[in-house]
């Protein structure tokens, strides 16, 4: 990660000279619907990626090379204390962020002003900074299935990861998407 940590004031110089904002994706450590969110970001224009420690590792999980990833967009992990890349959201250089897929830990610190990892600095930053933020959340409904990486399973989410959900919904500048059709209509609508 030092290399990126070298290059960051190259990357901010040549974003300052971007004419649109950009769309910043971050990803969490969450398998559920993680496929439908990558390609779902590789169809919108200039994305840059922001990943959690989870999200790498998951990644890896689930068989998606990081690495073809990095060769097609500019992405950024999760391996500083003061997560630098927050900087460029104060530069005008996003003009919207989605959190895609974002697990219920990462939503139950975002409802908690908790922002001690890349994605939920990068959350309150785009709050601070009253840029729209879409939340996939994952933990949405009582009983779900999702996919895991050797095949669908059952999971059963807490009170507290439903009630974090709808916590969340009442945030400002932030859209809380509850099923991937929706975050599909939702990103539609805000391309337009």
């Known amino acids: 990660m030092g290399h990126l940590q070298a290059q960051f004031p190259r990357i901010l110089r040549t974003m300052k000279r971007a004419i649109k904002p950009r769309t910043a994706w971050a990803i969490t450590g969450s398998g559920h619907y993680l496929r439908e969110c990558l390609d779902l970001m590789q169809r919108c224009s200039d994305v840059d990626l922001f990943m959690s420690k989870a999200a790498s590792e998951v990644l890896s999980m689930y068989g998606i090379d990081v690495k073809s990833l990095r060769e097609r967009m500019t992405c950024f992990r999760d391996t500083t204390a003061s997560a630098s890349p927050v900087g460029l959201f104060y530069h005008g250089h996003y003009d919207r962020l989605v959190i895609a897929p974002a697990t219920s830990n990462t939503v139950a610190k975002m409802v908690w002003g908790v922002a001690d990892t890349l994605v939920t600095n990068i ?63 939702i990103l539609e609508r805000t391309d337009q």
């Open 123 to 185: 959350y309150a930053q785009a709050g601070k900074c009253r840029i729209p933020s879409i939340v996939f959340a994952c933990d949405t409904e009582p009983v779900m299935e999702t996919e895991a990486p050797d095949g669908t399973v059952m999971v059963y989410p807490r009170k507290i990861d439903l009630e974090n959900v709808e916590r969340l919904r009442c945030f400002e500048f932030t859209r809380v998407a509850t099923t991937f059709d929706t975050l599909e209509q």
